[in-house]
């Protein structure tokens, strides 16, 4: 059974770092590519990170480049998502999800989710 499960999410300051992590079961990380999602309250899910192609550039969010950076422990079979100078404005549940290779940066791209994690950017 595909699994996906977050951690990591809190409470930060503005400025602040937090790391997610994305613990998969059920398939391996190379057979689905890995993104990394978030949804504010009265908002649509959109694609934050994304690393989907097969020569591993990123899709970055224009809104999160040069801030959050996505890393990998084949060996634990985890996805890390590192988020440095948070704003208020990155407030939102934050997901990971499985999705085909090849494949958008989008919601719609993708079947699996986690649960998702709670970030709260704020002083």
């Known amino acids: 059974q595909l699994q996906l499960v977050e951690s990591g999410g809190g409470l930060v300051q503005p400025g602040g770092s937090l790391r997610l992590s994305c613990v998969v079961s059920?398939?391996?990380?190379?057979?689905?590519?890995i993104g990394w999602f978030r949804q504010a309250p009265g908002k649509e899910r959109e694609g934050v990170l994304c690393?989907?192609?097969?020569?591993?550039?990123?899709y970055y969010a224009d809104s999160v480049k040069g801030r959050f950076t996505m890393s990998r422990d084949n060996a634990k079979n985890t996805i890390y998502l590192q988020m440095n100078n948070l704003k208020p404005e990155d407030t939102a549940a934050y997901y990971c999800?499985?999705?085909?290779?090849?494949?958008?940066?989008?919601?719609?791209?993708?079947?699996?989710w986690g649960q998702g994690t709670q970030v709260t950017v704020s002083s």
């Open positions: 999800a499985a999705l085909p290779w090849g494949s958008t940066c989008s919601p719609g791209s993708s079947d699996y």
């Open positions: 059920g398939f391996t990380l190379d057979y689905y590519a």
């Open positions: 690393v989907t192609s097969s020569d591993g550039s990123p």
